[in-house]
């Protein structure tokens, strides 16, 4: 995980701990919203991605756009709120996001990435 961070900082040009702090809430959003069928196989194919999911997940983000993603019952909403809150911007969050799950299907196939991301609304675009 730690040259999947380095290389997710370089390329959105950012800090290497607010990388693995979004990195983190991403990983947690899929572990808790993805097809629940499929998520340990692809957590084990990416190691580390439980204890990152672990450090930076949980609870849903804090104010007014995490009581949206509670209220939409968006667990996508509620990641998308913390993950502004690290200060990175829509595009910043986009690039994290098609470079955390690029990572994945190369190492854990792209058919079970698109299986567990399939369910989560609003990541389609990045698989």
């Not at 595009?91 to 299907?105: N, P, R, S």
């Amino acid at each position: 995980m730690e040259k999947l961070i380095a290389s997710i900082a370089d390329k959105v040009g950012i800090e290497a701990d607010v990388a693995e702090k979004a990195v983190g809430i991403m990983l947690s959003l899929v572990r808790s919203d993805g097809d629940q069928s499929a998520v340990p196989e692809l957590m084990q194919a990416l190691p580390g991605a439980d204890a990152l999911a672990d450090a930076h997940g949980g609870g849903g983000g804090g104010g007014l756009l995490g009581a949206l993603g509670g209220a939409l019952g968006g667990g996508a909403m509620a990641a998308f709120g913390k993950l502004t809150q690290t200060g990175l911007s829509t595009d910043q969050i986009k690039t994290v996001g098609e470079q955390l799950f690029e990572h994945a299907k190369e190492q854990a196939g792209e058919p079970l990435v698109k299986k567990v991301v399939s369910t989560i609304p609003g990541l389609g675009p990045y698989v």
